[in-house]
């Protein structure tokens, strides 16, 4: 599963940051990821700033599932504009896994990607 997420929800400073020209390629640490009750919005808790975005289609199903422990997770680069919209990208991957978790891979969103 692999998602390009967006959001419009960008702190004050920042955009003020990114407006005045006062901004640089910085490193986040993120110490928490959330995401809403109702599974419509991640939610990325860093040192510096909090970033929300629109959680992508089957995402909080996917973390219900038993397959949330097996993922591994890539996340890239993260790019904020003078408008301020945020966008990034972040990739789940599973390995070996048996025919059942694989049928329930796809029902939630996963592709198979060839080696």
């Known amino acids: ?30 110490n928490s990821v959330l995401i809403s009750a109702d599974g419509s919005k991640l939610v990325f808790l860093g040192k510096r700033y909090h970033y929300i975005f629109d959680a992508p289609e089957n995402f909080a199903a996917f973390l219900d599932s038993p397959l949330d422990a097996r993922a591994k997770v890539y996340i890239g680069q993260f790019d904020a504009s ?22 329930q891979s796809k029902r939630l969103g996963f592709s198979p990607v060839s080696k």
């Open 82 to 103: 003078e408008t301020g919209t945020v966008t990034g990208y972040i990739e789940l991957s599973l390995d070996n896994l048996s025919i059942a978790e694989i049928q």
């Open 1 to 30: 599963m692999a998602a390009r997420i967006v959001s419009r929800c960008v702190t004050k400073s920042l955009k003020d940051e990114i407006r005045t020209g006062d901004y640089q390629t910085y490193s986040e640490t993120v």
